[in-house]
């Protein structure tokens, strides 16, 4: 064969093996996913994330998180109990519902969010860099309308991306549980 061809076969299957190796690196392999999701798992756990947005069932130990209803966030289907309004505002009392999923005080009423991956209810279809700014910057999905309390997304603030990745991916691999959680209520619409 002319050696032409030869050195241009070679540097071909060169190129080749470079491109391969270099598309290799930069996608997870299964494993490292599952590390991710693992440490997700535990960061949410430890962080009390599903103090409000897990529902609970109630034992003699007391209130502990749905897991059928795990990151759900406040059930669209919950009754609620009338809200004394002279009870709530400034300088007054914050009150919670018995679940921990709905609060109401100065700022009205809130609920916690839908965190498991249903497309209409849920993180579906937000990206990492949705989840990243809206807990960065405390804005509905990162750009909205301020986030409300008690959601405490100013902890979270100096969290490391690695770390925001990893709940974020905990997050994507929950079961989606279809749960239209409701608007806030702003303080002049709460009722008497
Ligand atoms: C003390 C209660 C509480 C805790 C603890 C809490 N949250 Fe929330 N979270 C809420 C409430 C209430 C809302 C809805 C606020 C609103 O409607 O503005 C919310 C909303 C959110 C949202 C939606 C933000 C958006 O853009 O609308 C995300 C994401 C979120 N929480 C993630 C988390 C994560 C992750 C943790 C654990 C590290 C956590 N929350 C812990 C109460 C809480």
Redesign the pocket.
Known sequence: MHRTSIFFIILVLIITSMVFITLGLSQKTPADKTALIKKGEYL?TI???N???TPKVFTPEGPVPDMKKLLSGHPANAKLPAVDKSQIGPGKWVLFSED?TA?VGPWGM????N?TPDDQTG?GLWTEEV?IK??RSG????A?RP??P????F??VNASDEDLKA?FAYLKSLPPIKNPVPA?IPPDELGK
């Open positions: 949410v962080s009390g994330c103090d409000c947005h921990l609060a809130s609920f916690s969010a965190l993180i989840f809206a807990l804005k509905h999905m990162g909205g986030i409300l008690p959601m405490p997304w902890n979270l709940i806030p």
